[in-house]
């Protein structure tokens, strides 16, 4: 092919020192490009055959074009642009694969984040950490002198662990005999190294000064907020301590509100599941409940607002009765439940009912009278999110009849029951292609001869000629989380069902008429996609283990349970 364009080049343009060197560049650019980038390609888990075919065809339709146009300052650019396409598609398509802290970003921005790490670096000198209180004041570093260096250290040696391994939260509890510290990350919580008493004291009076809480104060539960800075970023630190005559406990959210705050878009529902949750939130008819459940750390508080952020808080009247409020969205009336008020739960509601709203969010049932405000036929026109710490749809609906106290009641105001847990995501810098077994593929409804790659936690990359931890998800092989939803329509046929307590038709009746899919499967359906690994949905879906009776205890008779529609579903086989 080469010689042939060369056949078709004017023995002018060959005899030009200059202009044969100029198209010579591009290519060996793009040459250049491919290549590093072979190690890339693999690394965010892109089809390389694709793209090495895209970049090498790039580069010799610019050779053709800049050999073959007979205006040479017209074919020049022409190449440039053909050899640089295939590049510039790559990038987006690169950085939508990977974490934001690895993506590609050029010009002044990144030019700015470099001198603004290096003078934070500096600052620190020596530290990892830094701090801006709750008025957003940064405080000095303490000094080798500074009697306030040595607590600054202990709350870096409690915190840093926290920070480098990317946990979403840290909790520790203080007792007279000793201290405990547990990090949570990905949902899974581990140990780490906890201070003695005395210092752990220190470090708690120290984080209520930076979140601008009463020193003084060691019972009252008290929140706030402040920012920590490492050399690379910033992120916010919720605190809540609370404590008693024998212990005091200290938690610590990092960035909360980013958490909190996710679209329904990006919570992880499968396309079929997400437009039953438009409908659900778009429905004509107003009022009605809908029911959001999960366990405990498992996205109830998540899942629960992005769906109430769904309504328009500025074109509709919408409220939020909370005991806990963990994060606010703009437009919605948050009021948060004072247990020392003199006003019950169900009364603060009922007066919030009284006005009309369009639509209401409470995140907890379990005071006697509330499951009743909220299905009483005066507020049929409020359509109702509750938010419920149960795990499956069956407990949910179990749980929603027990708060009301009657079974029609409860039954003729509920419209829908979404239920989540939470996996972790393969880390995607180190996770290990393998083809299913023949067992595992049928379990994934994989056709029979069809090759399909898998993939299972890695933990470790190669670098160089050594096989360490992978940097990216510091050798666990997951690197965050996204939730497994089951969402559940009640039409009036299903209804009808609850109104006879029997919560199995109405569950399958609902899963036949809209055919969405269980968690399970939203589960497995994952792993298809090489979301997640065939072992972590076995973590996930696998009952805990029934804990012994204690010796000479009485065997207690096994209390009646309702089907267990949409709750613990079968081990999978991996």
Request: charged letters at 20%.
């Amino acid at each position: 092919m080469t010689i042939l364009l060369a056949q078709a080049v004017s023995s002018a343009f060959l005899i030009d020192p200059v202009k044969p060197v100029l198209l010579l560049v591009p290519a060996l650019v793009g040459a250049a490009l491919t290549s590093r980038l072979t190690k890339d390609i693999r690394f965010c888990g892109l089809p390389s055959e694709k793209w090495h075919a895209m970049m090498i065809g790039g580069m010799l339709l610019g050779l053709a074009l800049g050999l073959l146009v007979p205006i040479f300052w017209i074919g020049w650019p022409l190449q440039i642009a053909a050899t640089a396409a295939p590049f510039l598609m790559y990038w987006p398509k690169r950085n939508n694969a990977v974490p934001e802290k690895l993506r590609f970003v050029i010009g002044g921005d990144k030019v700015k984040a470099f001198f603004k790490s290096r003078r934070k670096t500096q600052a620190f000198a020596g530290s990892k950490l830094s701090f801006k209180d709750s008025a957003k004041k940064e405080r000095a570093v303490p000094g080798k002198n500074d009697p306030g260096l040595a607590v600054h250290q202990a709350t870096e040696k409690l915190l840093v662990p926290a920070i480098e391994r990317g946990a979403s939260r840290m909790d520790m509890v203080v007792k007279p005999d000793g201290v405990a510290a547990v990090i949570t990350v990905d949902g899974v919580r581990s140990k780490i190294e906890a201070p003695t008493t005395e210092v752990a004291m220190q470090v708690i009076d120290n984080l209520k000064d930076l979140c601008g809480l009463d020193l003084k104060e060691r019972r009252r539960r008290q929140n706030g907020s402040c920012w920590v800075n490492t050399a690379d970023a910033t992120q916010t630190m919720s605190l809540m301590v609370a404590g008693s005559s024998s212990a005091q406990q200290v938690r610590v959210d990092f960035d909360l509100s980013k958490r909190m705050g996710k679209p329904v878009q990006d919570l992880g529902l499968l396309p079929a599941q997400m437009k039953l949750v438009e409908s659900i939130v778009s429905n004509d008819e107003p009022g009605g409940v809908v029911l959001v459940a999960a366990a405990a750390g498992q996205g109830l508080t998540t899942t629960s607002l992005a769906m109430l952020a769904r309504h328009d808080a500025f074109t509709a009247a919408v409220k939020a009765l909370e005991k806990n409020s963990m994060h606010r969205i703009e437009g919605v009336d948050h009021q948060l439940w004072n247990p020392s008020g003199g006003v019950e739960f169900h009364t603060q509601l009922q007066s919030i009912v009284r006005r009309g709203p369009d639509v209401v969010f409470v995140d907890d049932v379990t005071d006697p009278g509330t499951g009743k405000v909220i299905a009483s036929p005066t507020a049929s026109d409020t359509r109702f999110y509750v938010a419920l710490p149960v795990d499956g749809v069956g407990p949910a609906i179990t749980e929603w009849f027990r708060a009301v106290g009657d079974v029609k009641m409860a039954a003729a105001p509920l419209r829908a029951v979404v239920a989540v847990r939470m996996i972790r995501k393969l880390c995607i810098a180190c996770r290990v292609p393998f083809q299913p077994s023949p067992e595992q593929a049928k379990r994934l409804a994989i056709p029979a001869g069809k090759a399909v790659e898998l993939f299972r936690a890695g933990g470790k990359v190669q670098i160089k000629s050594k096989v360490e931890d992978c940097p990216l998800c510091k050798g666990t092989g997951f690197s965050g989380q996204i939730g497994v939803f089951e969402v559940v329509i009640l039409d009036a046929e299903a209804r009808e069902h609850l109104a006879k307590g029997d919560l199995k038709s109405a569950y399958n009746a609902s899963r036949l008429k809209f055919k969405a899919p269980g968690m399970q499967e939203a589960a497995l359906m994952r792993v298809r996609e090489g979301v997640t690994s065939l072992e972590e949905v076995v973590r996930v879906f696998t009952p805990p283990a029934a804990k012994p009776a204690a010796a000479g205890a009485k065997p207690t008779a096994k209390p009646a349970t309702p089907p267990a529609a949409g709750g613990t579903p079968p081990k999978p086989k991996a």
